[in-house]
């Protein structure tokens, strides 16, 4: 095989420190779906009553973080680089919305920790597909 084409392979391969992200953010978000599904008490306060409305949110919850964790997965196993990428790049940012709300709504003990895992995920997605304000990143 010629160099240029080793070179396009190197260049095409995940890193490792980016796969070992994904797979956190795959456990995280799947785990955040069993939660939400199986014990949606735990995503309120401790003496907070679980209504119906409650679970609904739940299940919408359940639903989004599933398919995030899903999708993640049949990316990376597929080593599709810009999809993933751009995949990550929503999770990351729905993380960095998710530690705003948390700001808002004073949960200050677990806001720096998400935001660390939005930054972390963002950094990931701007690895995969570069500078993720630059036009190219995403098309």
């Given amino acids: 095989m010629p160099s240029t084409e080793v070179h396009i392979a190197e260049a095409e391969r995940i890193p490792l420190w980016v796969k070992?992200?994904?797979v956190l953010c795959v456990v995280l978000t799947a785990s955040g779906a069993v939660i939400a599904f199986v014990q949606p008490g735990m995503l309120v306060e401790p003496h907070a009553e679980i209504t119906a409305a409650v679970r609904t949110y739940a299940g919408y919850l359940t639903s989004r973080n599933a398919v995030l964790a899903a999708m993640l997965l049949v990316l990376l196993l597929m080593r599709a680089r810009r999809a993933l990428g751009n995949l990550l790049a929503v999770v990351?940012?729905?993380?960095?919305?998710?530690?705003?709300?948390?700001?808002?709504?004073?949960?200050?003990?677990?806001?720096?920790?998400?935001?660390?895992?939005?930054?972390?995920?963002?950094?990931?997605?701007?690895?995969?597909?570069?500078?993720?304000?630059?036009?190219?990143?995403?098309?």
Avoid: K
């Avoid at 200050?108 to 690895?127: E, N, Y």
């Fill in 20 to 22: 070992a992200v994904v």
């Fill in 92 to 139: 990351g940012l729905i993380q960095v919305l998710d530690c705003v709300v948390d700001c808002i709504e004073a949960r200050w003990t677990i806001a720096p920790g998400v935001l660390v895992l939005g930054i972390l995920f963002l950094v990931s997605a701007g690895r995969l597909c570069g500078p993720l304000w630059r036009r190219d990143a995403w098309v």
